[in-house]
């Protein structure tokens, strides 16, 4: 069996997604196939916002929900409608919403939405062939089932840390926390291949996606080298195994950097060029790539002491100019202002009153025929309440209003 | 593999051409993960990832890349000379039968061989050409030469992560390529539907730095909405005025994160050290409103518990106490080693890794497997194959090719 759909310009038109989450994972998940054109549901209450919501990043003196930076981005291209799934009416009315979706997605703790009445089972009553993820710190099964807490420990536990700094040194977090901006795409190829599978068997399908397996990726070939080497990968400072020199050096001025890879001869001997050839250059312990991991660093230094005389922005446009990899290490102000993302829009700069403080940017996906597009901000507060319970599930004025009396839609 | 079979994976009826190197090559391996028909095209010398390490035994030998076995699992291999016109007129045959090519060259090069994605679309309008790139495929930066470093420098992370006495520092391992690949993977599924629904291919342009610049977020919020500029710290990025929130603490057998300032978890810590008598003066009455009010935590405070909190930590081991902070509420979890998360009881019992047989090498290496389940996903994997393992297989049976023009191709440099 396979299913025909209303398909329209954007990659994703006519898939409809239900989206119970909160933070940053899950909603940015669907927001992503939101970019790309699916329909996203936000679902909220007022006696349980998503906790965005509030978070730091608001503009002005007041912590506005309908205002917040950081809630914006992670929904933009949403809608939002109002159930309250305290009332045992609002799980009813939830479940008539799944009813019309291809798609739901939740990021309550473990076991909570089952106890909510609108788990997996009880969704396909519904709607036999609903695609349902869950998005929680470590799944629904397993000894950590029941944990909880911030993305930073979620890197921790996949190791990301323990693969950060210096190799003298305590392990670094880095991020605000690494898996919250990466899992999302994690969960958009499982919900995509879901949709296929279903497209073509007519079945739906449970995803039980755990935040700490989500990321583990991040290990490239340490799994492997561990199990046949016995090998941990470990922190390593800048360096590489592979090439030399190979770091994160510093330029003039305040607290200026610059990334520089240098792969095979070839590369080295450019780089000598760029740097004028100074004598230190011939010298035998920098003849070969094993002579230079040997000796970096006193490489190190030597290259540092080229970098710090030079502008950092010179210093990667000469040796680019050289075919060699070069990097400034940019900083907030000069992602903004970075040419490249000018020249992709990556910022989504819309033009109506008040989007200015707003931060909407657009996927590094730049795909020919079905580009993402920027078509709203994030949902106010059960702004689109008309069209979801009224268009969609067909509720006459009567009901609704009554629903919103009893606290249900509310 | 039967037809029937094939078609009960989720991607297994489609084939998808692979032409990446390290930087793309996550995205064509879930792709693979997935059942797809995963055809890598090396050089017929044997792909440059083979010479990446680590190496099977420390063995340096193209066969024995451990990096190749983990990218290319569930792949098949054969090989193409992309620069002669007879490898080209191959690749455009390879191109007819396949709905996903997915490739990392420098902008340019395919549009300088004449197989460029405006060629191989009006030769298979289905197509879905991903390309993965440091940059785009255009622009200011398009040509820029890079690594796994340079992205995360690019991308306003690496700025944030480190110690704030010596210069920014990268991960070990490369993030930046792994963010770019699991993104192209996403928008490779996507446009994949979009293919499946209308019959139209179209080209997915992925910059690894746009990607990882995901990581960058919060910073750039912070900038934009207050103009303060946030630097490098050991717990994420730092903003002058705003407590830092994470410490890492050496226990007895290694280390822990506590994530110290989180606005719920304040007090189940503060508790906890009251409780273990290492408190210090933590539960005077002066410090209620910033633990249990919510209220803002001064710096100097911060400072002062992560010191306390070091003190505690090193009399206990990195799991007494994650498990003891998630009984009451605090947030600490084990920095976990590779070694830590390959032992891990909670990965191994939700059947995270796969063991994969290599006959030749008599042995069964575990690799990192799927970052989800699904109904419809291989229950089998298979080793990465061999240089040009499937010459015969899609050349010969396939494409009908004799012995006589494989020996011709082979002599010639072709295959």
């Known amino acids: ?410 | 593999m039967a037809e029937k079979e094939k078609d009960k994976l989720v991607l297994g009826p489609y084939r998808v051409l692979d032409l990446t190197d390290d930087s793309g090559a996550l995205c064509p391996r879930i792709l693979a993960s997935l059942g797809a028909d995963v055809i890598k095209i090396e050089p017929p010398a044997g792909d440059p990832t083979r010479n990446i390490g680590p190496f099977y035994h420390d063995e340096a030998e193209p066969e024995k890349s451990l990096h190749w076995f983990t990218y290319n699992l569930n792949k098949r291999s054969i090989t193409l000379n992309l620069e002669t016109a007879t490898g080209q007129e191959l690749f455009r045959k390879l191109v007819k039968t396949a709905d996903i090519l997915v490739e990392s060259f420098r902008p340019g090069y395919l549009n300088k061989l004449g197989i460029g994605y405006a060629k191989l679309h009006k030769i298979n309008p289905r197509l879905v050409h991903t390309s993965i790139t440091p940059f785009g495929s255009r622009g200011p930066y398009a040509g820029f030469e890079s690594s796994a470093l340079v992205c995360l420098a690019m991308s306003g992370f690496l700025n944030t992560i480190g110690d704030p006495d010596r210069p920014p520092v990268q991960v070990a391992s490369p993030v930046a390529y792994t963010q770019g690949g699991m993104e192209a993977a996403a928008a490779t599924m996507i446009a994949f539907w979009y293919q499946q629904q209308t019959g139209k291919g179209q080209h997915v342009d992925v910059s690894i730095r746009d990607s990882i610049m995901a990581q960058f977020v919060n910073p750039g919020f912070v900038w934009k909405i207050r103009g303060v500029m946030p630097s490098r710290g050991i717990g994420g990025p730092q903003v002058p005025g705003m407590a830092p929130n994470r410490a890492v603490a050496k226990c007895k057998d290694g280390y822990v994160l506590c994530h110290v300032t989180h606005v719920t978890s304040r007090q189940p810590l503060r508790q906890w050290l009251a409780d273990a008598g290492m408190a210090g003066d933590l539960m005077d009455p002066k410090w209620d409103q910033p633990f249990m009010k919510g209220g803002k935590f001064p710096e100097a405070l911060k400072a002062h518990v992560d010191e306390l909190f070091a003190a505690f930590a090193a009399t206990r081991t990195k799991e007494e106490l994650m498990h003891e902070a998630q009984k009451r509420g605090a947030q600490v979890a084990r920095e976990q080693t590779v070694a830590d998360v390959v032992n891990d009881p909670h990965v191994k019992a939700r059947e995270y890794f796969v063991q994969v047989e290599h006959p030749e090498l008599n042995d069964t290496i575990t690799y990192g497997g799927a970052s989800f389940k699904l109904d419809g996903m291989p229950k089998q994997w298979r080793r990465a194959p061999f240089i040009g393992e499937h010459n015969q297989e899609i050349y010969g049976e396939e494409l009908g090719l004799n012995q006589n023009e494989l020996t011709i191709l082979k002599e010639s440099g072709v295959i």
């Open chain 1, 1 to 410: 069996m396979s299913s025909q759909r209303k398909t329209g310009k954007m990659a994703l038109s006519g898939i409809r997604i239900i989206d119970f989450g909160m933070g940053i994972i899950e909603p940015t998940t669907s927001c992503y196939m939101a970019d790309f054109g699916a329909e996203v549901i936000k679902v909220e209450s007022y006696s349980r916002l998503d906790f965005m919501r509030g978070a730091e990043f608001y503009v002005g003196e007041k912590r506005d929900p309908d205002t917040n930076v950081a809630f914006n981005r992670y929904n933009q291209n949403k809608l939002g409608a109002l159930i309250n799934l305290k009332h045992p009416k609002g799980v009813e009315l939830a479940k008539k919403l799944v009813g019309v979706a291809d798609v739901v997605t939740e990021s309550f703790a473990s076991g909570v939405i089952k106890r909510l009445g609108l788990g997996y089972e009880e969704l396909r009553k519904v709607k036999p062939d609903i695609i349902m993820l869950s998005s929680s710190f470590a799944g629904q099964t397993g000894p950590y089932h029941e944990f909880k807490g911030q993305g930073a420990l979620i890197a921790a536990l996949q190791g990301l840390d323990e693969l950060t700094g210096w190799p003298d040194r305590r392990p670094i977090s880095p991020s605000a926390a690494f898996c919250d901006f990466y899992i999302s795409w994690v969960w958009v190829v499982a919900i995509m291949a879901a949709l296929e599978y279903h497209r073509r068997t007519g079945k739906g399908q449970y995803i039980d996606g755990s935040s700490l397996e989500g990321g583990l990726d991040i290990l490239d070939t340490g799994i492997a080298d561990y199990s046949v080497n016995g090998r941990i990968l470990k922190r390593r400072g800048n360096r590489h195994p592979a090439a030399a020199p190979h770091g994160v050096y510093r330029c003039q001025g305040e607290d200026r950097w610059c990334a520089i890879s240098v792969f095979g001869d070839a590369k080295w001997r450019s780089f000598c060029r760029v740097i004028g050839n100074p004598a230190w250059t011939s010298g035998e312990q920098f003849s070969s790539l094993l002579g230079r991991l040997q000796n970096h660093d006193e490489l190190d230094r030597l290259v540092e002491s080229w970098t710090m005389e030079h502008n950092v922005e010179e210093v990667m446009l000469k040796l680019q100019k050289a075919g060699v990899a070069a990097g400034v290490v940019k900083n907030a102000k000069e992602m903004y202002e970075d040419p490249q993302l000018a020249y992709a829009k990556h910022f989504w700069e819309p033009k109506e009153p008040g989007m200015e403080a707003f931060t909407f940017e657009a996927p590094s996906a730049l795909m020919s025929g079905t580009p993402a597009r920027f078509q709203r901000r994030a949902p106010l507060l059960g702004e689109h309440n008309d069209y979801v319970f009224g268009k969609l599930l067909g509720l006459d004025s009567e009901e609704y209003v009554k629903l919103m009396e009893e606290g249900v839609i509310a």
